[in-house]
């Protein structure tokens, strides 16, 4: 039912920024929740930070650095990353889930293709 298509990854120093973006095609979009994962070659693909009932929920390792938006009108969700570093590298994916609830169970429906994310020391 959603498609999500991210866009905005590529290769940045460290210490820089960059600002990825998730577009959704689908009549429920606003209902969703939204969050962004990763995964690094040879790693095991992890969570990075969600938006779901109105709250933004951050891993440890990248809370202060980076933060999650949504544009509704625009069927859009941002992943904004400042203070990038190196181990930061990895393959970032965008997921849709259709129960909006933060009480859980966490279940992603949909996924994007993945937009790469290259900091260089």
């Known amino acids: 039912q959603v498609q999500l298509v991210e866009s905005g990854g590529g290769l940045v120093q460290a210490g820089g920024s960059l600002r990825l973006s998730c577009a959704a095609s689908g009549r429920t979009f606003s209902s969703y929740a939204m969050g962004w994962f990763r995964q690094a070659p040879g790693k095991e693909r992890e969570f990075v930070v969600s938006i779901r009932s109105g709250r933004n929920y951050y891993a440890s390792s990248v809370k202060g650095r980076f933060t999650i938006s949504r544009d509704n009108a625009k069927n859009t969700v941002y992943l904004q990353m400042n203070s990038l570093k190196p181990e930061d590298t990895a393959v970032y994916y965008c997921?849709?889930?259709?129960?909006?609830?933060?009480?859980?169970?966490?279940?992603?429906?949909?996924w994007g293709q993945g937009t790469q994310v290259t900091v260089s020391s």
């Open positions: 997921a849709a889930d259709s129960n909006n609830s933060d009480n859980g169970p966490f279940e992603y429906d949909y």
